[in-house]
């Protein structure tokens, strides 16, 4: 097989990326290691900044989401018993988001791909990587049980945190950055409305808890856990009751309850892997970063990335000049350490850490008095919750 652009993973930056090269005009083949079922029904975040659902919309992807997503203008912020609500176009000139599950997202461009564009191959897992430095790389992949080869002219890694594309980097060119938290998420869905019509992110002492929503219908919720927990320690009511002290407030509003109907843990880390590029073989979404999941930016990064390669890529059939593509890594990281430094930050904000001190509380405490009561505070959490442009 050959093609002009091989994609590693049919997760959002994959699925994306192929849209944005058939509308190009540049034919592409994805390789997806799971079944068509696992790709559109992996849970991850929901919130879709202005930019990423602008790009969708330009993709002709947005039908959907412009049916059923909702759009938010703010999130509230709790803490010490208060509710602070940041509106977001009113300090950002008119910015907002939209909530609308990653899930969905794969749903729409796997319904299009299908339809529409080249070869997407479900249950082909890319074993390696090869002859990246050359200008004839290769996926090699076993699809039905056979090995292949597909031959290309561009990969891109867009197979996630545990993929193989990023291993084809050599050691001596790589650097990777990383750190780890010692919590991590438990999220749940339930069958109620959700409790309040925007997310709320709330600090406890007890630790930080997040509402959020699918639907009008469906709410999504999270709660802050030791590192390593397992999902199936946490009963139902246990956790209800968990979410009631951590989101409660002083005014006496009140958690709807309902039938959970998933529970998972999320770990929480921070990783960059640099540079992007090795070669013709570049990396996009997961493959290159992880963001801890507090303000969902990482969806939003792997837009980002593959928005630049496309855009990359055919200038340089447009105009034979490689300079954009040659840009690929540094203007991809300018975007993805901004975004690090959010997602850093709103966690730190958030999250008592465990054996914090005393003195750290305060210090939490007091950067969220100076959110809810200076606007330039504010204004910086704005900008970066509906996020960084991608130009
Ligand atoms: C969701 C996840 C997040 O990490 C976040 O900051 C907001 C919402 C969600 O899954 O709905």
């Known amino acids: 097989m050959r093609t002009t652009v091989g994609i590693v993973g049919a997760g959002p930056a994959g699925l994306l990326l192929a849209r944005l090269l058939h509308v190009a005009g540049i034919d592409s083949v994805v390789l997806e290691s799971r079944d068509r079922a696992y790709a559109e029904n992996r849970q991850r975040a929901g919130i879709l900044e202005q930019g990423t659902a602008d790009v969708l919309r330009a993709a002709g992807a947005g039908e959907r989401m412009d049916r059923t997503g909702l759009r938010h203008d703010g999130i509230e912020l709790r803490f010490a018993g208060r509710r602070h609500r940041v509106d977001f176009p009113a300090l950002t000139g008119g910015r907002s988001v939209t909530v609308y599950a990653q899930t969905e997202v794969c749903k729409d461009l796997i319904a299009l791909q299908l339809a529409q564009g080249g070869p997407l191959l479900f249950e082909a897992e890319a074993l390696a990587v090869e002859d990246a430095a050359t200008d004839r790389p290769r996926v090699r992949f076993r699809h039905e049980g056979v090995e292949d080869v597909l031959e290309c002219d561009y990969v891109v890694g867009c197979d996630g945190f545990r993929g193989v594309a990023r291993t084809a980097f050599p050691a001596a060119v790589t650097r990777v950055f990383e750190r780890t938290y010692p919590f991590g998420w438990l999220g749940i869905l339930a069958d109620v409305p959700p409790s309040h019509d925007e997310l709320v992110y709330a600090r ?178 704005a900008e970066g919750y509906t996020g960084f442009s991608f130009d």
Request: net charge neutral; proline share 5%; with cysteine.
């Open 204 to 381: 406890h002492a007890r630790g930080f808890a997040l509402l959020s929503m699918r639907s009008p219908s469906v709410s999504r919720l999270y709660l802050q856990v030791p590192q390593g927990t397992d999902a199936r320690e946490w009963a139902d009511e246990a956790i209800w009751d968990e979410l009631d002290r951590r989101l409660a407030t002083d005014d006496g509003w009140k958690l709807e309850r309902g039938p959970i109907t998933q529970k998972s843990v999320t770990a929480m880390r921070s990783h960059v892997h640099e540079p992007m590029r090795h070669g013709r073989l570049f990396l996009a979404g997961d493959a290159a970063h992880i963001v801890p999941p507090t303000g969902a930016k990482g969806l939003n990064l792997a837009v980002g990335d593959v928005v630049t390669f496309a855009r990359a890529l055919t200038h340089q059939r447009d105009t034979g000049s490689s300079a954009l593509l040659d840009a690929y890594s540094a203007t991809c990281l300018r975007r993805v350490w901004q975004a690090e430094r959010f997602s850093c930050d709103m966690t730190a904000l958030l999250h008592p850490a465990p054996g914090a001190t005393p003195f750290e509380e305060r210090l939490q405490l007091a950067r969220l008095e100076r959110i809810a009561a200076s606007r330039a505070a504010e204004t910086d959490l």
